[in-house]
């Protein structure tokens, strides 16, 4: 487990996650994505540059790291569209299809265990929820049956810049109306996720690699979350 030190989790009130291999694992759901598309371009082999179109869409986000707007929302699009090789209108097809539609109805079942129940304790405990992703989120957490108080986009207008820059994190707790410190953010990655946080003086972790049969991180996470407040009450 990776973080900046949480001394003391009674400072923590409200928990920020980020949602793609933090909530759910992605090998699981990429397996399954696989077997469908290859299905799909099987009987369509005239549309295989689509599958291009995906793989270069992911590319060209993972090259951009910071990458500020304007209209960041839209801009995306067109780093993928090869200079004019593939236009604007197709390249947001192809993308809202197979990666912001389709995927959404395997979700629930690529949940991480013990997700579900740490995000109960957190509302027991009367801590705020926050999401933020480099990726839009709604559908996705209506699909995870997860729901949160706040949920951030970097593509949001408000926002318009993706991680490792603060600016959606510092969005979130300002919303909250809490202060950075105050707030606890959980991702997947220590080059995106964790610089993003430490940007933002805000303490953080990140999901330990473990085979998703074996996985407990939020088990434990809850353990310590629940042992710590309690003994507020004593």
């Given at each position: 487990m990776s973080s900046k030190t949480v001394s003391d989790m009674r400072k923590v009130k409200a928990i920020i996650f980020d949602v793609d291999g933090t909530l759910?694992?992605?090998?699981?759901?990429?397996?399954?994505?696989?077997?469908?598309?290859?299905?799909?371009?099987?009987?369509?082999?005239?549309?295989?540059?689509?599958?291009?179109i995906?793989?270069?869409?992911?590319?060209?986000?993972?090259?951009?790291?910071?990458?500020?707007?304007?209209d960041l929302e839209n801009e995306q699009y067109k780093w993928c569209a090869d200079k004019?090789?593939?236009?604007?209108?197709?390249?947001?097809?192809?993308?809202?299809?197979?990666?912001?539609?389709?995927?959404?109805?395997?979700?629930l079942n690529c949940v991480y265990p013990g997700t579900h129940s740490f995000f109960k304790a957190i509302r027991e405990h009367g801590l705020k929820i926050g999401i933020y992703s480099d990726y839009k989120a709604?559908?996705?957490?209506v699909a995870m049956n997860l729901a949160a108080d706040i949920v951030v986009s970097s593509t949001d207008p408000e926002i318009d810049q993706l991680k490792p820059a603060p600016t959606g994190l510092l969005?979130?707790?300002?919303?909250?109306?809490?202060?950075?410190?105050?707030?606890?953010?959980?991702?997947?990655?220590?080059?995106?996720?964790?610089?993003?946080?430490?940007?933002?003086?805000?303490?953080?972790?990140?999901v330990d690699k473990q085979p998703f049969s074996s996985f407990t991180f939020y088990q434990h996470l809850e353990q310590r979350l629940n042992a710590t407040l309690a003994s507020t009450t004593l």
């Open positions: 759910y694992e992605q090998s699981r759901l990429r397996s399954k994505m696989l077997v469908d598309l290859l299905a799909y371009y099987a009987l369509r082999p005239w549309r295989l540059q689509e599958m291009r995906l793989q270069r869409f992911r590319a060209e986000r993972e090259k951009r790291p910071g990458a500020i707007g304007p004019g090789r593939f236009p604007v209108q197709k390249v947001k097809q192809v993308v809202n299809r197979w990666m912001f539609t389709h995927p959404n109805q395997y979700l709604h559908d996705k957490l969005h979130i707790a300002n919303a909250l109306g809490l202060a950075p410190e105050e707030c606890l953010f959980i991702g997947d990655r220590q080059e995106l996720d964790g610089l993003c946080a430490e940007r933002a003086g805000m303490p953080y972790l990140i």
